[in-house]
């Protein structure tokens, strides 16, 4: 899939490079995670956050514990392309 991660460099604080299989590329910035909480509280720990790794079987960013970042996610966030439509919900109809 297009929006699978190829490759990720660590930049600074919770700045990640992203390369696709696509051949786009860009900057996303973690830091909003952590506001998130639940599993993303364990991005408070830099040291833990700087452990991500390209799972290329899932073709997305992963942490030890299982932790990952959908990659449709990712590549809306670094190239600035849409969501792709299926991840959008539908409101219900009363």
């Known amino acids: ?3 699978d ?3 990720a460099k660590y930049i600074e604080g919770y700045k990640l490079e992203l390369i696709f299989k696509d051949g786009k590329k860009g900057i996303v910035d973690l ?6 909480g639940g599993v993303f509280s364990r991005f408070t720990d830099i040291e833990y956050f700087k452990q991500f790794y390209v799972n290329r079987e ?3 960013l ?5 932790l990952d970042i959908a990659p449709e996610t990712l590549y809306h ?3 600035g392309e849409p969501l792709p439509v ?3 919900t539908e409101k219900a109809v009363a």
């Open 58 to 60: 899932i073709g997305t």
């Open 31 to 36: 830091s909003v995670y952590i506001h998130k």
């Open 86 to 88: 299926w991840t959008k």
């Open 77 to 79: 966030v670094a190239t």
């Open 5 to 7: 991660i190829i490759d």
């Open 1 to 3: 899939m297009n929006y």
């Open 62 to 66: 992963c942490w030890p514990d299982g």
